[in-house]
């Protein structure tokens, strides 16, 4: 079945534009769908200096970049955006990104102010307790030395060179932007085996639906010509308008243009699901044709038989409906 460019299942989607992110995988076989659930965690370190990416990615209508950037790294957001734009179509990504800087320590330093107090501290003291006849020992200058806030180290951090660390870091979110790609894209296969699984499901129900219709229209029929001949005997009205009716009814009850509908969209379905671009939201416009044809058919349903399938039909296009909702 060809899908024209202006048909509802294409019309508006253009194909992705990818990039070349850093360590993506290479070679890989291409794949069918992509998830939208995925996590890379990398990091790395510029100097004396730690930083970290993680990125989580769920499922969403559109594409929704949340970053959590350090301060001093705000500038880098206009370029990781445009890279995740680029890379992606679809999906809900929170962006993390945590630094951390080295502490070193200079040299020493006396503080002599601290000094000073400490030292008239300790005449106050020495003072009172000679007024008091207690014997009072020398004062070392090691011991005053020692105090608390007489002598300070002072502490420096080791900030990198902001050019080497946005490039660094850069570098690490394209590499983390491939890791959650390759994770996506082995969802995707995943993915895309059982929504085929289900499609092909769809399918035999539907031939079991077109073997029932025939005598469910005849059923029809004949339940229609056996109420009627009870009702002819005390009827005016003549046969030949019982037998328009009984025509009506039947036709009412045809679904065999709710099955031809079905095997479309099966095919439909299928080549959705063969096309190397962002299919999702065709996909889920897809699963509405698909559940609309089978709440067509069971309304229209004349036997048990027909209902149950229709019923099966319907669970089947949920579960369908359900894993499109994370397809990219």
């Known amino acids: 079945m060809h899908v024209p460019e202006d048909h509802p299942y294409t019309a508006g989607i ?58 001093g790294c705000e500038i880098l957001e206009p370029k990781l955006r445009a890279a995740a734009r680029n890379a992606l179509k679809r999906g809900s990504l929170t962006i993390s990104l945590t630094t951390r800087f080295q502490r070193i320590a200079s040299r020493t330093s006396l503080d002599e102010a601290a000094l000073a107090d400490t030292v008239e501290h300790l005449s106050q003291v020495r003072a009172g307790l000679e007024n008091a006849g207690l014997p009072v020992a020398p004062i070392r200058a090691e011991a005053l030395l020692g105090m608390p806030g007489v002598i300070v180290a002072a502490e420096e951090a080791a900030v990198p060179d902001p050019d080497a660390l946005h490039a660094d870091v850069i570098a690490g979110f394209e590499q983390a932007l491939g890791q959650v790609i390759k994770e996506r894209n082995a969802e995707g296969v995943r993915l895309a ?136």
């Open 14 to 71: 253009q194909a992705p534009v990818r990039v070349n992110v850093v360590n993506a995988p290479q070679g890989d076989k291409k794949v069918p769908i992509s998830s939208m659930t995925g996590f890379a965690s990398t990091g790395g370190r510029t100097g004396d200096s730690d930083w970290r990416w993680d990125v989580k990615s769920v499922n969403a209508r559109g594409l929704d970049l949340r970053f959590r950037l350090p301060p």
């Open 193 to 328: 085996r059982v929504i085929s699984e289900q499609v092909t499901q769809i399918e035999s129900l539907t031939r079991d639906a077109a073997a029932c219709a025939d005598g469910a229209v005849r059923v029809l029929r004949d339940r229609f010509a056996a109420q009627m001949g009870a009702l002819l005997s005390d009827s005016t009205l003549p046969p030949e308008r019982f037998q328009q009716e009984a025509a009506v009814l039947a036709s009412k009850a045809d679904v065999r243009e709710e099955i031809d509908r079905l095997h479309a969209h099966v095919a439909a379905a299928r080549e959705l699901l063969a096309l190397d671009e962002p299919v999702g939201r065709r996909l889920d416009f897809l699963t509405q044709e698909f559940n609309r044809e089978a709440n067509t058919l069971c309304s229209k349903s004349a036997t048990d038989p027909l209902t149950r399938i229709g019923l099966d039909l319907k669970t089947t296009i949920d579960q369908i409906k359900e894993q499109a909702a994370n397809v990219e």
